[in-house]
């Protein structure tokens, strides 16, 4: 039985790491329940307390596009004291709160 979760739980973390992010504000529940059979016969049912977690909003700064200085994302070629203008979109690609109702 061991074994069995030793292997079931790291796949049940896997597939919630793909399924993506939750939004910030989300409360995720969860209550654990186990059978059991007892040596003089019969069985129990035993619940765990119930648990709930808070999914906080996390900040992951995207700027596009992209580059590096050895490959901007832009390139712009301007005379000397002419203006230039460059435009950059900053976001925030993680967790976010929840519009307001």
Same mark, same amino acid.
């Given at each position: 039985?061991? @074994?069995?979760?030793?292997?079931?739980l790291?796949?049940?973390?896997?597939?919630?790491?793909?399924?993506?992010?939750?939004?910030?504000? %989300?409360?995720?529940?969860?209550?654990?329940?186990?059978?059991?059979?007892?040596?003089?016969?019969?069985?129990? /049912?035993?619940?765990?307390?119930?648990?709930?977690? /808070?999914?906080?909003?996390?900040?992951?700064?995207?700027? %596009?596009p992209?580059? %590096?200085?050895?490959?901007?994302?832009?390139?712009?070629?301007?005379?000397?004291?002419?203006?230039?203008? /460059?435009?950059?979109? /900053? @976001?925030n690609?993680? %967790?976010?709160?929840?519009? @307001?109702?």
């Open positions: 039985m061991k @074994s069995m979760l030793r292997l079931c790291p796949l049940c973390c896997a597939a919630a790491c793909l399924a993506g992010a939750a939004p910030a504000g %989300t409360v995720i529940q969860n209550q654990a329940s186990a059978q059991f059979s007892l040596p003089g016969g019969g069985a129990g /049912l035993v619940n765990s307390e119930p648990a709930q977690l /808070l999914v906080n909003a996390v900040c992951r700064v995207q700027v %596009t992209d580059g %590096t200085p050895q490959a901007p994302g832009q390139r712009l070629t301007v005379r000397a004291g002419e203006p230039a203008t /460059l435009r950059y979109e /900053l @976001s690609a993680a %967790t976010v709160p929840p519009p @307001s109702p």
